[in-house]
């Protein structure tokens, strides 16, 4: 009798029948049939069930992972950043800003002044913001009439003379641009201007926008980056779901903010319910996601209550002793499949959270249902990551730190742009972990510690977006969606690896050797 060679393996339901706890170790997926070349794998997802990324990738809203410099990178490569909320709101609100401010198609709120203000106020923008090109209007506001535009080549050596007037130095023959151009018309006639910025103005010549050509040359560099209706990058924030939360939720979504997560250690609670109505009735529009979770159960309960997406995962951070310390959770393969299998029959996105240590655990998470993936120790130690690097034994790192860790909760060394201060009054950390300022003693849930350094996550991103699609070539899926297609009707093969093969899989033999990925 002839063997039936397509039951080599087990399905995905196979695998986790058992009941057993399974991690990303704990099983391999078998090679399919290669007909097609990697740069051919589709990797667009959806984030939750309105927001589809470009790239799976996501960003931990972790203090020592995302502000605003790791948001715009992950969006630069397609993914999304979600700024953590262990800050004051203002600040916060301030790190969304800048990811929506940082590219656009036509600004439609640029920095404005007048001919009255003087050098020294341009200094301070460019101080404040970055930049020092600067349209001027009579009245110093947009809408104002077009007067000229100050820019870097106006204001240099002129650091001694801080009190000139504006209308002194700044240059009025100007290009500008119809309100009724097409961006890719505008972005013509800066190419053959070769000017910096293209004002856009109305028929009485009033200042209605504003074109920068840098945005123009990082268009180009990153096409795939992950952008809104406006051509701003995407941006997500945490929120936590108390009373004062409110507040914090009302300045994020007047910053532009694209989408909330609901920053809980264990979200199947009154407090995350109560919070996910309250934002669906006052922004409808606003997508949600909702965690943490890692049962069927809560996630019903939070996608009853109106959740866009989930985040799975309880205690499987590198970081994270939750597991060890309160006895609950669960390991993180065996969270993810059977969260997302029910929340696919709700047409709910999960985002796998926690346990990623390499390209294999996206790839696997990815195969057992989840939509997109959330990274904190693979993104700490790059350059984009808060804080400042420092050396130990001559090797150069960077800190990181679970937001349960007693550091983060007591807010020791609270994260600022690129610095550390004590400033902020934040308590979000505690309040994850449902403690209060009050509490006089503290549970740990997390440590801190440091991370070696990885260089940029703009070099970083495309390797592991590469990685993901030889991944799917090897198992012989053209796109994301193909893979969980393939593991659904069982066409994608599993097996379960024991400990020696687990050893057998990764490097051995070997007196020494280096590892580089990229």
């Known amino acids: 009798m002839a063997e039936n060679i397509s039951d080599d393996g087990m399905t995905c339901a196979q695998v986790f029948s058992s009941g057993e706890g399974l991690t990303y170790n704990d099983f391999i997926i078998l090679p399919g049939f290669i007909d097609f070349e990697p740069k051919e794998v589709e990797l667009a997802c959806n984030l939750t069930k309105e927001i589809v990324l470009k790239s799976p990738l996501v960003s931990s809203p972790m203090d020592t992972v995302s502000e605003s410099e790791m948001a715009i990178a992950m969006a630069l490569c397609g993914g999304i950043g979600i700024i953590h909320h262990n800050c004051t709101l203002e600040f916060q609100a301030a790190e969304v800003l800048k990811v929506k401010k940082y590219k656009h198609g036509f600004i439609r709120d640029p920095i404005v002044l007048s001919p009255d203000h003087m050098v020294r106020d341009v200094f301070a923008v460019k101080k404040a913001r970055g930049f020092c090109g600067v349209p001027i209007t009579d009245s110093g506001k947009l809408g104002g009439k077009l007067m000229g535009i100050v820019t870097q080549r106006d204001i240099d050596f002129l650091e001694g003379n801080l009190t000139e007037s504006l209308s002194q130095i700044m240059t009025t023959e100007l290009v500008t641009a119809h309100q009724d151009v097409k961006l890719s018309d505008a972005n013509n006639i800066m190419e053959k201007s070769k000017k910096g910025k293209l004002p856009i103005v109305n028929d009485k010549n009033e200042l209605v926008a504003l074109i920068a050509r840098t945005d123009l040359k990082k268009a180009r560099s990153y096409p795939n980056a992950a952008k809104d209706a406006n051509k701003q990058l995407l941006v997500g924030a945490a929120l936590g779901t108390r009373e004062n939360d409110k507040e914090r939720l009302s300045a994020l979504v007047a910053a532009g903010v694209d989408v909330i997560v609901l920053d809980s250690s264990q979200g199947n609670s009154t407090y995350q319910i109560d919070m996910i109505k309250y934002v669906k009735t006052k ?38 002793i939750t597991q060890e310390v309160m006895a609950v959770g669960r390991a993180q393969a065996t969270a993810v499949y059977n969260v997302a299998k029910y929340a696919q029959e709700r047409g709910i996105p999960v985002i796998a959270d926690g346990g990623i240590q390499s390209v294999g655990h996206i790839l696997k998470a990815l195969s057992l249902g989840a939509s997109a993936v959330m990274m904190g120790s693979m993104l700490a130690g790059t350059t984009e990551a808060p804080g400042e690097y420092y050396f130990s034994e001559g090797v150069r790192l960077k800190k990181y730190r679970g937001m349960g ?81 393939g593991v659904q009707n069982g066409e994608i093969r599993f097996e379960k690896r024991t400990s020696s093969a687990q050893i057998e899989g990764g490097v051995h033999g070997l007196y020494s050797y280096e590892k580089r990925l990229f």
């Open 405 to 485: 860790s007693l550091e983060a909760m007591q807010r020791r060394d609270s994260s600022t742009s690129g610095s550390i201060n004590l400033s902020s009054t934040g308590t979000s950390a505690m309040q994850r972990y449902y403690h209060s300022e009050t509490d006089r003693i503290m549970v740990a849930q997390g440590v801190s510690g440091s991370i070696v350094d990885k260089g940029s996550v703009l070099k970083f991103l495309p390797y592991l977006d590469t990685g993901i699609r030889h991944g799917c070539q090897d198992m012989g899926v053209r796109s994301l969606s193909a893979l969980r297609k």
């Open 283 to 320: 922004y409808p529009k606003l997508q949600v996601i909702a965690g943490n979770v890692v049962t069927k159960l809560q996630a019903k309960n939070l996608i009853d209550a109106g959740a866009d997406g989930l985040r799975v995962g309880m205690g499987s951070g590198s970081i994270c």
